[in-house]
T-cell receptor, first 109, second 118 residues
Framework: GQQLNQSPQSMFIQEGEDVSMNCTSS?????WLWYKQDPGEGPVLLIA?????ELTSNGRLTAQFGITRKDSFLNISASIPSDVGIYFC?????????FGAGTQVVVTP | GAVVSQHPSWVICKSGTSVKIECRSL??????MFWYRQFPKQSLMLMAT?????????EQGVEKDKFLINHASLTLSTLTVTSAHPEDSSFYIC??????????????FGPGTRLTVL
């Protein structure tokens, strides 16, 4: 079963606001990956993190690999309508990618 | 990033028939491909790991005789849903691991295949 606890489950925000979501686990992971999935599409990789403490940005997205290696967060700054979708955290465990339950983001104008 | 394609993008079939879904890595070689199933408003659940030239490894609870996987080449894996039933209706997504350099742990996903069994 899933070992990644992702929160919040959903977020309703206004355009221009910042968004923050996180994933935690009781296990230590060597990799944290953040994906976005649009309806009817496969997930698209946003950010990949490989080292504890690593902070990486991709445009308006910023993600960090927690020092304990048991958590990660994703921030989206100044949200825009196209940020709508489901965001998943993922981590590689023994060669298999596990996913969190997802955070649904809804951006209203 | 690397490109993974799936075919078909959607399929409707009658109960009892078999459906084959293809997953291709377009610009890289993938010795390992993964098959996921996603039900509405749920996360992706790994079904099986497909290894080129060897038998697939199935996750607990996934029937290997029902979900046949063939990884015949370094760029193609197929999933065949045999004797499909309405409860098999789902979104099936594949991913492929690019073993080139720093992207070792990154898995690139296909666009998914929507299967509807009537």
């Amino acid at each position: 079963g899933q070992q990644l606890n992702q929160s919040p489950q959903s977020m309703f925000i206004q355009e221009g606001e910042d968004v923050s979501m996180n994933c935690t686990s009781s296990s230590i992971f060597n990799t944290w990956l953040w994906y976005k999935q649009d309806p009817g599409e496969g997930p698209v990789l946003l950010i990949a993190l490989y080292k504890a403490g690593e902070l990486t940005s991709n445009g308006r997205l910023t993600a960090q690999f927690g020092i304990t290696r048991k958590d990660s967060f994703l921030n989206i700054s100044a949200s825009i309508p196209s940020d709508v979708g489901i965001y998943f955290c993922g981590s590689d465990s023994w060669g298999k990618l596990q996913f969190g339950a997802g955070t649904q983001v809804v951006v209203t104008p | 990033g690397a490109v993974v394609s799936q075919h078909p993008s959607w399929v409707i079939c009658k109960s009892g028939t078999s459906v084959k879904i293809e997953c291709r890595s377009l610009d890289f070689q993938a010795t390992t491909m993964f098959w996921y199933r996603q039900f509405p408003k749920q996360s992706l659940m790994l079904m099986a790991t497909s290894n080129e030239g060897s038998k697939a490894t199935y996750e607990q609870g996934v029937e290997k005789d029902k979900f046949l996987i063939n990884h015949a080449s370094l760029t193609l894996s197929t999933l065949t849903v045999t004797s499909a039933h309405p409860e098999d209706s789902s979104f099936y997504i594949c991913s492929a691991r690019d073993l080139d350099g720093s992207s070792y742990n990154e898995k690139f996903f296909g666009p998914g295949t929507r299967l509807t069994v009537l």
